[in-house]
């Protein structure tokens, strides 16, 4: 909460307690309060009332009734009725209750604070769409549709806060921001004023920042988010791994994304669609769902060997190395990207608790490393044999980290906003999960694209449980 909202919540529960003080005080003490109480309100409707504050200032405007009643009363020297002190404690005791909402709200679904990176270098991001013209959209009738696939590239940028345009929650705008965020929360059947505060918060990313300079080439990482997941649902890992020196790639996969933009017009999620309790056709669904997904991921590495080659316009020509590059993934997007190792160009694959059921992965030969959630694990009986028969049967060394404490949202920005429900996010903290995951990865990813390779196993097991496939 703000300096503002907290002296707003003080305020409103000291004119609520003004009823208690002795008689030759009160009168002075609640025109004090109540003049606080006015003045930190208007403060907080001009800076833009968040809706956690609701209550504070319904709580806040009914005791301020009464007091000025009573107040105008003594003024015009009519006696002020006062009730017994029996009726009147519960009438104080729901008032604080309810001014109490606020502050509780807030600390449930906060504004979310974006952890700043913890590499060396400045971040930038841009947007690209790119369509294929060997692949039609089978979502839509039209027969010349083809697939088109937004992408946004975070990269490092040169040292020191780069000037150009912020980010917010990952978007050029507030609004665009909030057109995502309420696509999502439609998506997952939440209120949408639930994350309304999601779309003012400020990464550490600038849009179209110069690259940081040097002539050396970025090792790639490209990402596809969750079921119903959009480009921006992992900034924070984004923004981690490009200030670790990495060129990330986030996917928006059309029709699955709960909401993005192609060719300008809104493209929504539609996923409801396939809900069945028709075991064969769910199955049906979710290999085709990952098999689509790893068609993306990879197109998309045929478009930045492109982009580093100059045909495609970009501040990153000439800074690719496309040779070093990985699929990463969370969810449903950890699954593709493990179904996306049939590409050879992928050098390595990262699971962030991705289940494999009907996902049709197979064995590959990359390396591997696979991270679990306890509450995933627990949750899922063939979770963790589907990802041993993958991982065990395949050609080079791989792993599997169980991170104690985390949910299956520890790992997105979600855990930045979302309550701190330890089935949804564990128990690590809001960006705890986050920070170990991207330190897990870092380790894994420099060894196997950057050829650091000494002591990995020890490296990993300081973040978690692990077991290791050889």
């Known amino acids: 909460m703000s300096l503002w909202e907290i002296l707003a919540v003080l305020c409103a529960a000291a004119l609520a307690l003004t009823r208690w003080l002795p008689a030759r005080v009160r009168r002075r003490a609640s025109l004090v309060a109540a003049a606080a109480v006015i003045a930190t309100t208007a403060v907080v409707l001009a800076l833009g009332a968040r809706w956690q504050m609701v209550p504070v200032l319904a709580g806040a405007g009914v005791v301020l009734l009464l007091v000025v009643v009573a107040l105008l009363r003594q003024r015009a020297g009519r006696p002020v009725r006062r009730l017994p002190w029996w009726m009147a404690l519960p009438g104080t005791a729901a008032v604080l209750a309810v001014i109490a909402t606020g502050p509780l709200a807030a600390w449930a679904l906060p504004t979310p604070v974006f952890p700043e990176p913890a590499g060396r270098f400045a971040v930038g991001t841009t947007v690209m769409e790119w369509s294929d013209p060997e692949r039609p959209e089978t979502f839509t009738a039209a027969p010349d549709d083809r697939r088109t696939v937004p992408v946004q590239l975070w990269y490092p940028a040169r040292p020191g806060r780069a000037d150009g345009q912020p980010s917010y929650n990952g978007a050029r705008t507030p609004q665009e921001a909030a057109e995502v965020q309420n696509a999502l929360a439609d998506s997952f059947g939440i209120p949408r004023f639930l994350v309304s505060d999601v779309a003012r918060a400020r990464t550490a990313a600038v849009f179209d920042a110069p690259v940081a300079p040097g002539a050396g080439r970025f090792p790639v990482i490209v990402f596809s988010p969750g ?36 060719d300008g017009r809104p493209v929504r999620s539609r996923n409801k669609e396939t809900v069945t309790e028709d075991r064969r056709k769910e199955a049906r669904y979710v290999k085709d769902n990952v098999d689509l997904r790893a068609a993306d991921f990879g197109f998309v590495l045929d478009q930045l060997e492109r982009l580093d080659r100059g045909e495609i316009a970009g501040p990153l020509a000439g ?63 063939d979770y963790v044999p589907d990802l041993d028969r993958v991982l065990g049967r395949g050609e080079e060394t791989s792993y599997r980290l169980d991170i104690p404490g985390t949910g299956h949202l520890s790992f997105t920005d979600a855990a930045l906003y979302f309550p701190p429900l330890p089935s949804l996010v564990g128990t690590v903290g809001r960006s705890e999960g986050l920070r170990v995951t991207a330190d897990a990865t870092t380790a894994f990813l420099d060894s196997t694209l950057r050829g650091r390779a000494s002591g990995l196993p020890g490296l990993l097991r300081a973040y978690g449980d692990l077991a290791v496939y050889e």
Do not use: C, K
């Open 227 to 262: 079921l119903s997941g959009v480009r921006t649902s992992n900034t924070v890992l984004a923004q981690e791994w490009a200030s670790r020196g990495y060129v990330v790639a986030t996917l928006d996969h059309p029709y699955d994304a709960a909401l993005t933009f192609v």
């Open 319 to 381: 800074r690719l190395d496309t040779r070093r590059a990985a699929a990463v993934g969370h969810s449903r997007g950890g699954a593709a990207a493990l179904a996306a190792a049939r590409d050879s160009r992928y050098r390595a694959v990262v699971n962030i608790d991705g289940g494999l059921r009907d996902a049709g992965v197979r064995p590959f030969g990359q390396p591997a490393l696979a991270i679990t959630s306890p509450v995933s694990v627990e949750e899922n009986a």
